[in-house]
């Protein structure tokens, strides 16, 4: 079919390239500048001559402290006498310490709060305690924003020595350390450095530059099947600023990319459905993957507490236990079991009162649903505790109940709103009830059940933040948690992810209710 | 052929919508229901595809009791068209008209061949409207789908329940002389319910006039407007039955084809000439080869006048004359609006063909001489 209309770029794919671009823009948000994230990381034990010694250990049931001493120079690197700090770090249950395969994540909050840079920040000492590091290349992955002065040396600063055998201070290299002069800065690139010696630091810090590319942990949670393109806390808490897990803005630009296929592809054709399908899955997948965005939250934070942020003690108080995706993905579970219980039963339910021979129950089950309606939210899953216990299920069964209403009524509606003379006409021309049902009745009422659908599952997101009562998991968690001991952030991280997840899902259910419409419906007469 | 014997339904609280009703309807003839709201019509023609049970009775179609014939396969195979029309608004044209062949498993080849056969039948462009959503159509776009759709599968037997109610009169009109057209061509057995008796008159074959479920009068419109039987039937057709009547008896035996007529280029000498033969006092004024029509001239005009052209009243055909299609209605009523006693009749071209008094007319209301059949069919033909 060669097609006679002038293929023309939907605005869309506008829209997308707009949204990579702010989101790239985006990237370059910054945490508040005396909060600096040193990553510790092991460069590859497979590659380096210490293969003799075992993976860094420190269990969760160890009770090993991971000690880190650094100097904060203020001024001249070698005027100033360094002030010197030394941090404990409890590496088994602390959320500054996080742990993931060979990679250390330690963020440490400076007690000074005058903004610093790198030069001003060294590593002096070693990690002690009982992890052996004299033999282990370590290194460190300093962000961007934190950099320090490509000619400084190690030890604060001073140009220049490599370290000797044996030694055991940290060296801190900037990663193109084998004489190749080149600017970090100039390519925006993350510093490496290597604590170790000799060939070793230089090993440690071409693996340091790869870590960009390394996607080890990346994440699929498995129990709902939705792939979470950001991070939760089993696999990494603590992104560099320029490592955003996927890159949002390369799926906004992937969803451009595939709107302007479509459009392309299917310009002769006035099927639009797939077009609807694609952008509903880039808007879900756009906005979940800011869910794992880390860092966004953290900038969140800053904005809304800035005093919170860099008060000492209270960077624990700031995030609670889990992550944002990780509740994020614990509510749209709620949300999503409770649904596949609820549309077939509802559906079923509500065709089957429709039925002529099933007339007399269309009262009473309508008085039902509507007066179902009237009933508190909370009542219902608060009545499930002493009911059933505590937990995911009895959530879920409450969400089933609340949420059976909508689907009920509005497959009631959309199935007596269909105009008896079609009815009679289907019937008149020789289709049988089934028939009529399936090619007649359900594809005229599509949409009003679709919408029933679409309130159902957006009201569960909400309901299911009450979830939280009965300790089932989810956005309540941080709101309960956070209302009960007056924190605020907590608070915050549970209520915008909460009503952006409802936002997300009406879109995504609205574009779905327009798929599944009959386009004969959509025309207004 | 359906045959309807001692039908009657009983509703639970005792009313009988239909009470011992029989009539036999022929193979390939329109019988139209009517009677007032309530009489039973609806109900009787739902009777027969079994949308309503039957309570005691029977229907039986081509010889066949329509209570042993399966409800789904019956339905199959009588046409189904109602006033609201009910197209799915969700199909479009051709997924409406296709209704019945999908169900009853057409190949694909076969279903599209034929919705094309039927749109063109109907009088839509089937490029244009296959694709079309019943919402796109206008009402008197989405009537025509409906008898489409109706004729699908191209049952023997329709049922119609007021397939033109829901449009305006003159779509209506347009609508009712193309089924008429339809019907000549596809033959069906119908039943049409409609409450309208200028419709009923216009499209039936047979009309069974009913009232409070039991049949008054089953009779072909002519015999029905003639001899109506009693007051209600007297009633329901109207005052002006004896002109309804006429509307059903075209032109062309009333037709008197020795007109006397003069042709253009002749002299007002011949022309007198010819009206002194004839002793009449005005001729018709003709042109020589072709017959046509162009006015007419009378004797105190030539007395004056130079001429045969100076002396005639110059008129086009279409202003003066009827068409030689009319009935006997619209010729009446052309004399009436032109005072004339006289009309002349002229055919599609414009030819003269002959004239019809006002006399014969009314002669014919009087002494209701019997009509052919053909007749009857040649007149509501008429555009």
Redesign the interface.
Known sequence: MNSNHQFRVPVAVWGWLIAAILLFLGTFIRLEPNDVLLVLRRANPFELPHKSNPMLQIGENSRERLVLTYDICRGEADSDAPLTEQRYFDAANCDKVVRSGDTIWVRIVLENSAPISLTDFAVTDSIQGEIPIDDTCWHVDIPLRARPNPDAGWGGGQAGALPSQGDKAVCIYPHQVAGEIEDPLLYNMDVSFAIGEGEDAVAASIAASNFIHVFEDFPLSPEIWLPTFGTDNTTVIKINSTHIGLPVFLLALLFGGFELALAYFYRDTVNKLLQALVRAIGVFLIFWSFFGHEIFWDYLLGVLFPSALTRTGDIELLRPQNSVIGYAADHLELVIVSSLVIIPVGLLLGIFVTREENRDYLPFVNNLVNSGQTVPTIAVVAIMAPIIGIGFKPAVIALIIYGMLPVVRNTVAGLEGVDPFMKDSATGMGMTPTQVLFAIELPIASRVIMAGIRTSMVINVGTAALGAYVASGGLGDPIAAGLLRQVDPWIVLGAVPAALLAIILDYVLGRVEFVVTPRGLQIEQ | MIEIRNVSKIYPNGFRAVDGLSLSIPKGDLVVFIGPSGCGKTTTMRMI?R?IAISTGEILIEGRNNQEIP???????IG???Q???L?????VSQNIA??PR?LEWDEGRIRRRVDELLELVGLDPDLYRDK????LSGGQQQRVGVA?AL?ADPPIM?MDEPFGAVDPITREILQDEFIQIQHAVEKTIVFVTHDIDEAIKMGDRIAILRDGKLVQYDTPETLLEKPNGRFVRDFVGADRQLKRLGLVGIRELLDKQVVRVYMDATAAQAKEVMEKNGVRSVFVVERETDILRGWVNKEALEVADSLLDAMHEAPYSDIAVRERATAREALSAMVARGFRVTPVVNREGRLVGTIRLEAIQELAIYNPVVPPQALGEATLNE
């Open positions: 595809n949308l409800a789904e396969e019956l339905r199959r195979n189904y068209a109602i609201q029309i009910g799915f608004p969700h199909m479009t209704t019945v169900l959503f019943p919402r796109q759709r699908g049922l």
